[in-house]
């Protein structure tokens, strides 16, 4: 069956631990995130992620002895497509929503994107939306949700901006995925990861510029964005575009539905973060849609 055909109910054990692997690093972006946006500002947030993202790629490329150059060559104009839709764009919006939102609502509106990636695959790829596939969307993110509490937030236009930025976000995931399974299906993982990764880095280079930091660095924020770059981003993806070569589009943005989990865990590891204490019993109402 064609990787972009594959389903959820079809991953593998291996599958699932790539999944699993990729939720709790996706899941500790969001709080990275909101460390550094309020002090460096969004787009050098972002720039300085995908800068560094691209690093871990391109050492395994060098180390695999892959020939990036003739695996890049006629594919300059996809990548930097897959640059603006999975890493410049929601990158640069979560940042930005994350001087309003807290991590974890941040994360919860992530959890969106298998839904619209449903509506997009039905579009683009001609997937049929099943009622169980719809079902196990709409069940997971009510999971993901109770799970990670909403918290209480003026309903202002600036919370609603924010929120709109997060879905937007979401949206751009959905697509970029679609679009790599659609135009860049074949292409060697780590290709990808690199080349997503480089031409965010180029989209991103003249606005960072521009804007500048907003305050002068800290040792925190700095720390921040270099965890967020080198272990949120360039292993991350090097992960999840193996996972989407090998179940889809659709599969594989269910890692949105487990990473808010996975970050209040590391929340309440390391930062003692307040969540509730009944995060566990809402687990199980995530798993329908990821497994």
């Known amino acids: 069956m064609d990787a972009a055909q594959r389903t959820p ?6 599958d699932l631990a790539i999944l699993l692997s990729v939720a709790a690093v996706f899941g500790a972006s969001f709080l990275f995130i909101r460390v550094a946006s309020p002090v460096l500002g969004p787009l050098p947030v972002s ?29 300059y104009r996809d990548l930097m497509v897959v640059g603006f839709l999975l890493a410049a764009l929601p990158f640069t919006l979560f940042a930005v929503a994350e001087l309003r939102l807290p991590a974890s609502l941040a994360a919860v509106l992530n959890a969106t994107t298998p839904i619209w990636g449903i509506v997009v695959a039905r579009i683009w790829l001609g997937q049929a939306a099943s009622g169980r596939r719809l079902l196990g969307g709409a069940v997971g993110l009510a999971g993901v949700a109770a799970a990670v509490g909403l918290g209480s937030l003026p309903l202002d236009g600036v919370t609603l901006a924010a929120t709109g930025a997060c879905l937007l976000a979401s949206l751009s995931y959905a697509v970029g995925s679609v679009w790599t399974a659609r135009r860049l299906g074949g292409t060697p993982p780590l290709v990808l990861a690199a080349g997503q990764q ?55 943005v269910t890692v949105t539905l487990l990473a808010p989990v996975f970050g209040v865990l590391w929340g309440r590891c390391c930062w003692a973060s307040r969540s509730r204490s009944a995060w566990w019993p809402a687990w199980p109402r995530c798993s329908p849609a990821s497994t």
């Open 9 to 14: 109910e079809g991953m593998s054990r291996k």
């Open 47 to 75: 720039a300085g992620r995908v800068a560094l993202g691209a690093l871990v790629p391109l050492v395994l490329i060098a180390v695999t002895r892959q020939r990036l150059a003739a695996e890049l060559r006629g594919r």
């Open 198 to 252: 480089i031409g965010a880095a180029v989209l991103l280079a003249a606005p960072v510029t521009v804007a500048g930091t907003a305050h002068p660095p800290t040792a925190k924020a700095v720390a921040a964005v270099a965890v967020l770059g080198l272990v949120c981003t360039g292993v991350a993806f090097v992960l999840w575009f193996r996972l989407l070569a090998r179940v889809g589009p659709v599969a594989a």
